[in-house]
C-alpha cells in the first residue's frame, strides 16, 4: 500500500507572501503613510518687547520730624537711631509691550547697610503708587515718567557701639526695576 501526501500550495504561497509584505513594512522603518495636512499660523508677523530706563539724580530729605527738610550734601548728613531720610529720583521709562508689569527693588549689596539701617523703595506713576505698577498704553512704545522714592530708616531701638560710625555705602545700592508676570 501506498500513501499519498497531498501538498497545500496555496496555504504556502500565502505565508510567503505575507511574509514578503511584513519584510517590506519593516524594511520601510515600520513607518506607514497617513494622511496629513498643514496650515500657516498667521498672515503677519509680531515681535517682543522692550523696557529702557533712564534714572535721575536723587535728592534727599531728613524727614525724622515730618517737615521733609532738604539735605543738601547727603555724604555729610549723618543718621542717628530713630532718623528717617528719603530720597526721590525721577525715572523715564520706555516700555513696549502688552500686560507690562513693573516691579521695583532696592539692591543693596552687601554690608551696604549697617545693622539697624533699612531701606525701601516704592513707585509712582502719578496716580498709583506702589512696589509694582502697570505701564498701561505701552504696545507703541509709550513713554513714563515715574517717581521713586527710597526710604532710609535707622531703627529707634538700634543699640550698641557696632552702631555708630557705620557707613551706609549708597554708591552699592540701586534701584532695579524687573518685568513681572501677570499672575
Given at each position: 500500500m501506498t500513501t499519498t501526501t497531498k501538498k497545500n500550495h496555496g496555504a504556502v504561497k500565502g505565508t510567503i507572501a505575507a511574509a514578503a509584505g511584513v519584510a517590506v513594512l519593516l524594511g520601510g522603518a515600520g513607518t506607514f503613510a497617513l494622511w496629513n495636512q498643514s496650515g500657516a499660523i498667521g498672515t503677519a508677523a509680531t515681535e517682543t518687547g522692550s523696557l529702557t530706563a533712564e534714572f535721575g539724580a536723587m535728592a534727599w530729605q531728613d524727614t525724622t520730624t515730618g517737615a521733609g527738610n532738604p539735605i543738601a550734601k547727603i555724604e555729610d548728613f549723618r543718621m542717628v537711631p530713630g532718623d528717617t531720610v528719603v530720597g526721590t529720583s525721577t525715572i523715564d521709562v520706555t516700555a513696549t509691550g502688552e500686560n507690562l508689569l513693573v516691579d521695583a527693588a532696592l539692591d543693596t549689596a552687601d554690608n551696604a547697610l549697617p545693622?539697624?539701617?533699612?531701606?525701601?523703595?516704592?513707585?509712582?506713576?502719578?496716580?498709583?503708587t506702589g512696589e509694582t505698577l502697570e505701564l498701561t498704553g505701552s504696545n507703541d512704545g509709550a513713554e513714563h515718567q515715574l517717581t521713586a522714592t527710597v526710604t532710609l530708616t535707622f531703627a529707634a531701638n538700634a543699640e550698641g557701639d557696632a552702631t555708630m560710625t557705620q557707613p551706609i555705602d549708597l554708591t552699592n545700592m540701586s534701584i532695579d526695576l524687573q518685568q513681572r508676570l501677570n499672575s
Open positions: 545693622s539697624g539701617v533699612t531701606a525701601t523703595v516704592v513707585l509712582s506713576d502719578g496716580s498709583t
